[in-house]
């Protein structure tokens, strides 16, 4: 009991022991065998009941497997996960990119597709992605973690902090796939992590399919399809999707950020802080508990996703006018202003300027009228100076006024007082 006292020792109470007993004391050899024989007499182990269907046992194993990158021969560790039932045995292992929350729940939910059902309980250790806070009676769960068991319909019950024997199985099953699986592959090198799942995913069948002496031969599979199998809850319609949140402030430009892109929001929330919902193919964002925004998910690094409908009545209007928009409204006004528009976007070195460009000579027909503007433009075209500011020019000044209209001309007089060019030679 004494060496419960950590600033104690086997030596101090030894000599302790013989200043008390003289020459009749043990020697210190024998005193720390003595100790160790009593200390093993008091160990006492409650031996666990596996039931049909109870329990997953969860965990990483220790050593890793490196991934070579082909094209710069950077090395990346690759993280196994376990996972074993606790009354059959069936053995579930897979390689991750790492333990990070993402490859922990992807993996969780894949074994429960391969054990085509789910269990009653599922037993991690007290890894960060499935404990936020270890405690040996209320250990707080991460809520991701939590949200995969709600989706699945099981209970999350982690292993005590310091007690392996609650996860002996899964202990134990670790130590076989070092030996049985990680050993086999010692030799070899991966260039992928698809690469290293499919030589594991052979070994792992091996494994199931491998007679135990314990079982009078049977194997891992034949416990699984005779007890574990028939007692598993069946799987939810849908597999669990990943989905991130967080939380992000909308900028002036009734736009937020999420994985360095942009997605639009109603202009009326700028300012404003909103919960971000992600998978790996949706975004949805959320106001006050209700949805204001979905948007197809972008990998466009600094890219921008609008709906129109989020915009001010003033942008919105801007971005109705389009190339193909801007086009038609010029061919309505004529085709000498239609070909001012194909000059300008020849001309500029993007979509945006020549579109900007082009709504300057909108404002051009709103003040001079459409019948001046295509003058206009005929006289720039002819003059190859398809430019707005010269094109305004001619405008302001009645320059196109000054060119005889040629659907309105009337014919030449002809009288007897009007010389002809044949007086003048």
């Known amino acids: 009991m004494e060496l419960k006292d950590p600033k104690l020792t086997k030596q101090l109470l030894w000599q302790e022991y ?3 007993h003289g020459r009749a004391a043990l020697g210190y050899t024998q005193f720390c065998e003595h100790y160790r024989r009593w200390k093993g007499s008091q160990r006492r182990s409650m031996r666990q009941q596996h039931y049909a269907g ?10 890793t497997v490196p991934i070579v990158d082909p094209r710069t021969g950077e090395i990346r560790k690759a993280a196994i996960f376990v ?4 009354a059959s045995n069936y053995t579930y292992i897979e390689a991750c990119a790492g333990q990070d929350q993402q ?3 992807m993996a969780n939910s894949r074994c429960l597709s391969f054990l085509g059902g789910v269990p009653t309980l599922l037993v991690p250790d007290n890894l960060k992605a499935a404990v936020a806070k270890a405690d040996k009676f209320e250990p707080t769960i991460n809520s991701d973690y939590q949200a995969l068991a709600r989706h699945y319909r099981c209970t999350v019950m982690p292993a005590r902090p310091y007690k392996p024997k609650d996860k002996s199985k899964v202990e134990g099953a670790v130590l076989i796939v070092e030996r049985w699986v990680l050993a086999r592959l010692r030799h070899q090198i991966f260039y992928s992590l698809e690469a290293l799942n499919q030589a594991i995913r052979l070994l792992n069948h091996q494994l199931n399919e491998r007679p135990m ?4 031969g049977l194997s891992r599979k034949d ?3 005779q007890i574990d199998q028939p007692a598993l809850k069946a799987l939810p319609a849908f597999p669990y999707e990943y989905t991130e949140y967080k939380v992000a402030k909308v900028g002036p430009d009734y736009h937020l950020q999420f994985d360095k892109h942009y997605y639009s929001v109603p202009h009326a929330l700028c300012g404003e802080r909103l919960e971000i919902q992600a998978t790996a193919t949706m975004i949805w964002v959320h106001h006050k508990g209700q949805c204001v925004a979905q948007h197809v998910r972008s990998s466009k690094a600094f890219g921008q996703t609008s709906e129109l409908s989020h915009l001010p009545p003033a942008h919105a209007a801007h971005q109705e006018w389009g190339p193909e928009r801007l086009r038609q409204w010029a061919e309505k006004i004529g085709p000498d202003t239609l070909g001012v528009v194909l000059a300008i976007e020849k001309r500029k070195a993007h979509p945006v300027l020549a579109q900007r460009t082009c709504l300057a000579l909108l404002g051009l027909q709103k003040s001079y009228g459409s019948k001046r503007l295509e003058r206009a433009c005929g006289m720039a075209l002819q003059q190859q100076a398809t430019f707005t500011g ?3 020019n001619l405008l302001k000044n009645g320059f196109d ?3 005889p209209d040629t659907e309105s001309s009337a014919p030449a007089l002809i009288h007897t007082n009007l010389r002809g060019p044949h007086h003048y030679q």
Not at 83 to 86: K, Q, V
């Open 401 to 403: 006024q000054t060119q």
């Open 103 to 105: 490859s922990w729940l």
């Open 54 to 63: 109870e329990k997953l046992f969860i965990d990483f194993c220790g050593p």
């Open 83 to 86: 996972a074993t039932l606790g």
């Open 223 to 225: 416990l699984f399809q």
């Open 18 to 20: 013989q200043a008390e």
């Open 390 to 392: 010269f094109i305004k």
């Open 213 to 216: 002496k314990a079982y009078n």
